[in-house]
């Protein structure tokens, strides 16, 4: 029976082919944008079409397609869809002469619509996945920077003196009040010039102070008065890191992960390192290290790690990360649009709009999530709503939804 309908389709199909040929060899076929003059009729029928498609309803499929576009022949959305469903039933021949014509009016379309498959979409669709990878607060690095220290001091029985002078120091980190830290910093080092832990805090303060240079002395200098201070090898990769100086960044964090195999933000850091190299695969390698360590306690390891697979076309494992960070994080706008882009990339439309439409509700002025909406509800047969988030992006200064609103909204 399947045979039967798909040979009484391909029949039909083989005239209709000679008839796109002629139109695609008229002159006035071609444009460089789309003028889909298009009645208000055509989004019913896809939506009948993609029903009857999930029901094993090929013919019926078939013979909608053929209406939308015989009653919108400039739709590249329609002939799109029909493209994609010739391809699907064999008829390939037939489905490049569709492909060809719906490219001419709207070049767009094949990419959005997924007859290129998830590559297309990509290509179109505002992913941005670095703009939401989230590095440590800084209350969490003063944490557990300290949490460390505080180890180190009552390790070495470090007298009363030192420990409180050091713990006002840290004190007036915590506060920004750097200056007043500076001072404080320099007159125990004067008492105490052999002192690892004052220079590391030392550092921390130029750092703070945007001093780099000044920075990388005073960390270089606590790991000659002490090799295996790990923290200060991890500062030194961190401030070498933003100055640029990759390689010699990366010989630092190597050198304090070594020392200190547990100590995550040197991790961390490495991972951030690895993904400004173009490494991606090494970054979540150290990703996952922080989560064995861990286990279930470091949401921004998940965060980060679900985004760098993404980055890696690993959406299944980038949507399994991207869930549990958001149990952490339920009020991050970028992270609630990148969880969108991975439910419209898996082909749930639905979810991904409910996505978007919470980032938006986060950040009202969120072009990036307008536009990708825009571009679900076009999914959605929604024209009414989609032109209406493309056109709002577009004033919110996202260059590709006007581009993207010619192709789609023009009446």
């Not at 002192?195 to 805090?201: E, K, N, R």
């Not at 979540?284 to 922080?290: G, P, R, T, V």
């Not at 991050?332 to 639905?350: I, S, W």
């Not at 307008?370 to 929604?382: P, S, T």
Request: glycine share 6%.
């Amino acid at each position: 029976m399947r045979y039967l309908i798909i040979v009484s389709i391909f029949l039909m199909s083989h005239q209709i082919l000679f008839a796109q040929t002629r139109r695609m060899n008229n002159t006035e076929t071609g444009r460089t944008y789309a003028v889909e003059n298009q009645s208000r009729t055509i989004q019913p029928l896809l939506q009948k079409a993609d029903r009857q498609f999930r029901q094993a309803d090929y013919e019926g499929t078939f013979l909608t397609l053929e209406s939308a576009v015989a009653q919108n022949p400039n739709s590249a959305e329609a002939l799109l869809l029909r493209a994609r469903f010739k391809k699907l039933i064999g008829m390939q021949t037939e489905s490049q002469a569709d492909l060809k014509l719906a490219n001419r009016i709207n070049p767009q379309a094949a990419n959005l619509y997924g007859y290129n498959g998830n590559n297309g979409l990509i290509k179109i669709i505002s992913l941005e996945p670095e703009l939401a990878v989230q590095g440590l607060t800084t209350y969490q690095k003063l944490n557990y920077y300290y949490q460390a220290l505080d180890k180190k001091v009552t390790a070495e029985g470090a007298e009363d003196k030192l420990l409180n002078d050091l713990e006002l120091i840290i004190e007036n980190i915590e506060s920004d009040q750097t200056d007043q830290a500076l001072i404080s910093v320099n007159e125990l080092l004067e008492e105490y010039p052999e002192s690892a832990i004052a220079y590391d805090l030392k550092g921390i303060i130029l750092k703070k102070k945007d001093r780099l240079e000044d920075a990388v002395t005073a960390f270089s200098t606590a790991d000659e008065i002490e090799p295996s201070f790990a923290i200060a090898w991890y500062n030194l990769g961190q401030i070498e890191r933003n100055l640029g100086n990759f390689d010699q960044a990366k010989i630092y964090l190597d050198k304090a992960i070594k020392l200190q195999s547990d100590l995550t933000k040197a991790y961390f850091e490495r991972a951030m390192l690895h993904k400004q190299m173009g490494n991606k695969e090494s970054a979540l390698d150290d990703y996952n290290s922080i989560i064995e360590i861990n286990g279930d306690t470091y949401m921004e390891a998940f965060l980060n790690r679900g985004l760098t697979k993404k980055m890696l076309g690993d959406f299944g494992g980038a949507l399994a990360d991207l869930n549990q960070a958001i149990e952490e994080f339920p009020n991050n706008a970028e992270l609630r649009k990148n969880r969108g882009n991975l439910q419209l990339l898996y082909g749930l439309t639905r979810k991904a709009i409910d996505d978007y439409t919470k980032a938006i509700q986060l950040n009202n002025d969120y072009a990036e999530a307008y536009y990708n909406r825009g571009l679900a509800f076009l999914l959605f047969y929604d024209k009414i709503s989609a032109c209406a988030d493309l056109t709002k992006s577009a004033d919110l200064g996202y260059e590709a939804a006007e581009e993207t609103k010619r192709y789609f909204c023009t009446e």
